[in-house]
């Protein structure tokens, strides 16, 4: 048997994922700026100059986190809702209204989140070193405050690998849990009459 995919439900979906995503990646870099304006400054105002509004450095941070990050949201609200849908089994999209796909974004959310403090821990750890990782911003791109500057792009670089295993990790509940709700009478498709 196979159903229908409702274009609506997942465009929605994947919408919503895309304004979470693109909202977390505003705020974050707003603590980004907090750390190191230099990271904005001598990387990515240059890095998204094409989409340059003229805005105040701090606000054209936030646009900047909205833009680098609104993509990822789409993609965990497209892998969140495929796999409710596949493994929804016979409950289909109605099983899953917007707060159940919002609750399963937030989560991936919270690793990414978790994904960024490692990162700040990991920069913490290997500040001594900064001058040998991260020396090339200074020499060529003329970074002042190195530190600060390594520990932003750590929490960057940490949230994405925390957001793809957020993604990973919903996805592969999903599909277990539609393999417990198989299993019970109640999550069993109707006969075939």
Request: charged share 15%; glycine share 12%; net charge positive.
């Amino acid at each position: 048997m196979t159903r229908r995919v409702p274009f609506a439900w997942f465009a929605r979906n994947i919408v919503v994922g895309a304004l979470l995503g693109g909202g977390y990646g505003a705020i974050h870099d707003q603590v980004s700026w907090s750390i190191s304006p230099e990271y904005f400054t001598k990387f990515k105002f240059e890095q998204f100059a094409w989409a340059d509004l003229g805005l105040e450095p701090r606000l054209a941070a936030s646009w900047i986190g909205f833009l680098a990050t609104w993509w990822a949201g789409a993609i965990a609200a497209y892998v969140v809702s495929r796999m409710a849908f596949r493994h929804a089994y016979g409950q289909g999209a109605s099983g899953w209204p917007l707060a159940r796909v919002v609750h399963r974004l937030l989560v991936v959310l919270a690793i990414a989140m978790a994904g960024g403090v490692c990162g700040f821990a990991f920069a913490r750890i290997r500040a001594p070193d900064v001058d040998r990782l991260w020396g090339g911003w200074r020499t060529y791109g003329g970074v002042q405050n190195l530190e600060a500057f390594a520990t932003v792009g750590s929490i960057h670089n940490f949230g994405y690998a925390g957001a793809l295993l957020g993604i990973v990790l919903v996805a592969l509940h999903i599909k277990r849990q539609g393999r417990v709700d198989r299993s019970s009478p109640e999550g069993l498709p109707p006969p075939v009459r």
